[in-house]
C-alpha cells in the first residue's frame, strides 16, 4: 500500500466514524429528528429530494461561481495595477487590507437594497467577498519579484508587458492558486449568505425555508451538498495548482523524466 | 618585453580587431555611478573612460567590489550612470542599437521553466527570432537549443528544472541562455565562478571556439586571473573602490589558445603582473 492510498483510507475512515458515531449517538441518547436527525435519515431526505434540491443546487453553483469568476477577474486588474507599480502598491496596500477587513455580511443588505432580491444580491456578495484575497495576493507576488529574474529579460530588451507576462505573473502563481482556493469557499459562503436573507432560490433559501418549516432533516441534507459543493471545488483548483505550481513545492508530479 | 606591451589598446587595436570592423561596440565617456545620496553616498564607479572596438574581448578584473559588475550593468541598460554617458553601438545604452547576451553571476533561471525553456527565453523576446517564435519554435529552435546544451554537456538535462540541476550546471546553461540568439555583445559576470578546474577549462575552449567562431564583442567579469589572459584580447584593472581602470591592456598571444599555453613562462609571467598590480590597488 503506498503512503497516498493509506492516507486516503485513513481519512475516509475519519469520515465514516464521524458520521458512525454521530448515528449511534443519536440513537443511544433517544435525540429527537427535530433536534438532530440522523445522518441516515438524512441521507433518505437528501435522495428523495434530490429532484427538487437540483434547481436549487444549481442555482447556488451558477451565482457562487458567476461571482467567483467577476470578482477573480477584478481581483486580477486590480492586483497586477497595484503589483506593478511601486507608488501604487505603497499607496493602495493599506486601503485593500482595511477593505479587505470589512465584514462582506454586511453588505448583502446594502445589495438587496440596490438590486432588490434574488440572483443579482447572491451574485454581487460572492464576488466582493472574493475580489480582496486575490488582489491581496497577486500584489504581493507581484511586487515581491525577485529583481534578478526581471533583469535577465531587461538585458535582452523585454517590454515592461512581456516580463508582466514571462517572470511576473508565473513567479505569482503559486500566491494566486493560494488565494483562489480561500476565494472560492469564501464565494460560496457569499452566495449562500446572499440566498438566506433575500432570495427565493438556491440552497440558502431552502434551509432558511425548511428550517421554519422545522423539516431538520432537509436543513441538515443542505448543509450537506453545501460541504460537498466546497469540497468539489476545493479539490478542482488544488488539482490545478499542483498542475501549474508544481515548481514551487518541487511535486512529485514533476519528477525526474 | 612581457607579452602585455604598455600601448594603450585603443591605440593599437589587436589583432581581432580589423581595419573593416572598426566600430565602436561600447564606449563609456566620464561615466560615474554613485549610490545614494548626500553623506551615505557611495561611489561605485569613479568617472571612467572605456572604448570597446567591435569584435574585441575584453576582461576585467580588479578586488572585489570594485565595479566591474558595475560597467557590465551600465553597457546592459540594467543601470545608468549618475553621470557621464555610456554608448552602445553608437548610441545609448537604453537605445539596445545591439544584441546583447548576458550570463550574470548567479546563474538565474527562471524556476518554473525546465532548462531547455530557460535557454530558449532570449529567442522569445529578441528580434529577428521572436517573428518567428509562434509560428515555428518548435523544431528549429529547440534544435538548436539542444545543439548549444549538447557543446555544455547538459543534452540530457533539457527536461529537467533548475532546482534538479547542480550549481556548476545552472552556470553552464546561464551560459546558454547568454549564447543562444547569437548576441553581437556578450557580458559575462563570472560566468565560471563555481565550476572545478577542469569544467572551467573545457568551457573557456567552448567559449574561445565560439567567439572565434563568430566574433562578437565580449565584455568579462572575473577574479581569475589565468581565465582572462587565456581567453581575452585585452585586459583591464581596475581599482579597489572607488573603482577605476588603472591598467589597460593588449594581450599579445595568437588565438585560438591551447590549454596548455597557461603553463608557459610568458603566460605566467604575465599573470604575476597582473597579480602584483592588484594586490598592490587592493592595500
Known amino acids: 500500500m503506498t503512503e497516498q492510498t493509506r492516507i486516503r483510507m485513513l481519512s475516509f475512515s475519519l469520515l465514516f466514524g464521524f458520521f458512525a458515531t454521530w448515528e449511534v449517538l443519536c440513537i443511544l441518547l433517544d435525540v429527537s429528528d427535530l433536534v438532530l436527525p440522523r445522518p441516515t435519515e438524512i441521507m433518505v431526505t437528501l435522495w428523495v429530494k434530490f429532484p427538487i434540491l437540483l434547481p436549487h443546487i444549481l442555482q447556488t453553483l451558477y451565482s457562487t461561481l458567476t461571482g467567483f469568476v467577476l470578482g477573480v477577474s477584478i481581483g486580477v486588474v486590480l492586483g497586477v495595477m497595484v503589483g506593478t507599480s511601486k507608488v501604487a502598491y505603497a499607496v493602495a496596500y493599506p486601503l485593500l487590507v482595511g477593505f479587505s477587513s470589512i465584514p462582506k455580511v454586511a453588505v448583502v443588505p446594502i445589495f438587496v437594497l440596490w438590486f432588490g432580491s434574488g440572483t443579482t444580491p447572491a451574485i454581487l456578495t460572492a464576488m466582493v467577498i472574493c475580489v480582496f484575497p486575490i488582489v491581496v495576493n497577486i500584489a504581493t507576488g507581484l511586487a515581491t519579484t525577485e529583481p534578478d529574474l526581471e533583469d535577465v529579460l531587461k538585458t535582452l530588451g523585454a517590454s515592461k508587458s512581456e516580463i508582466l507576462w514571462n517572470v511576473g505573473l508565473p513567479r505569482t502563481m503559486p500566491y494566486f492558486f493560494a488565494a483562489l482556493k480561500v476565494a472560492i469557499t469564501l464565494a460560496f459562503v457569499g452566495a449562500v449568505l446572499s440566498e438566506t436573507v433575500a432570495s427565493n432560490r438556491g440552497i440558502g433559501n431552502v434551509m432558511m425555508t425548511a428550517s421554519s418549516n422545522f423539516q431538520v432533516s432537509l436543513v441538515f441534507a443542505g448543509l450537506i451538498i453545501l460541504a460537498l459543493l466546497g469540497v468539489a471545488l476545493y479539490g478542482l483548483f488544488s488539482w490545478l495548482e499542483r498542475r501549474v505550481t508544481g515548481w514551487a513545492t518541487r511535486g512529485n508530479d514533476l519528477a525526474l523524466s | 618585453m612581457n607579452s602585455i606591451s604598455n600601448i594603450p589598446a585603443t591605440a593599437l587595436a589587436s589583432d581581432a580587431v580589423t581595419a573593416s570592423r572598426a566600430r565602436i561596440a561600447i564606449e563609456l565617456q566620464q561615466a560615474e555611478v554613485v549610490f545614494g545620496s548626500g553623506d551615505k553616498a557611495v561611489t561605485a564607479l569613479s568617472p571612467t573612460n572605456l572604448k570597446l572596438p567591435d569584435g574585441d574581448f575584453l576582461a576585467l578584473v580588479g578586488p572585489s567590489g570594485c565595479g566591474k559588475s558595475t560597467i557590465l550593468r551600465l553597457v546592459s541598460n540594467l543601470l545608468r550612470p549618475s553621470s557621464g554617458v555610456v554608448l552602445v553601438g553608437g548610441r545609448e545604452a537604453s537605445a539596445k542599437q545591439l544584441r546583447i547576451g548576458m550570463a550574470f553571476q548567479n546563474p538565474t533561471m527562471l524556476p518554473w521553466l525546465t532548462i531547455e525553456q530557460n535557454v530558449m527565453m532570449p529567442l522569445k523576446i529578441v528580434q529577428p527570432f521572436k517573428a518567428r517564435f509562434r509560428t515555428e519554435k518548435t523544431r528549429e529552435f529547440r534544435d538548436r537549443v539542444h545543439d548549444l546544451l ?31 540568439h547569437e548576441p553581437d555583445l ?94 598592490q590597488v587592493r592595500k
Request: with cysteine; proline share 5%; net charge negative.
Open chain 2, 186 to 279: 556578450l557580458l559575462l559576470d563570472e560566468p565560471f565562478g563555481a565550476l572545478d578546474q577542469f569544467t572551467r577549462e573545457e568551457l573557456w575552449q567552448t567559449l574561445q571556439d565560439l567567439y572565434l567562431d563568430r566574433k562578437p564583442t565580449v565584455l568579462l567579469v572575473t577574479h581569475d586571473l589565468r581565465e582572462a589572459g587565456f581567453l581575452a584580447n585585452r585586459i583591464c584593472v581596475m581599482s579597489a573602490r572607488p573603482g577605476r581602470i588603472i591598467s589597460d591592456e593588449v594581450v599579445n598571444i595568437p588565438q585560438p589558445r591551447e590549454i596548455g599555453m597557461i603553463y608557459s613562462t610568458e603566460f605566467v609571467e604575465m599573470t604575476q603582473n597582473l597579480r602584483e598590480m592588484i594586490a
Open chain 2, 150 to 180: 549538447g557543446q555544455v554537456g547538459l543534452k540530457d538535462f533539457a527536461g529537467h528544472f533548475p532546482w534538479q540541476l547542480s550549481g556548476g550546471m545552472l552556470q553552464r546553461s546561464n551560459l546558454c541562455r547568454a549564447l543562444i
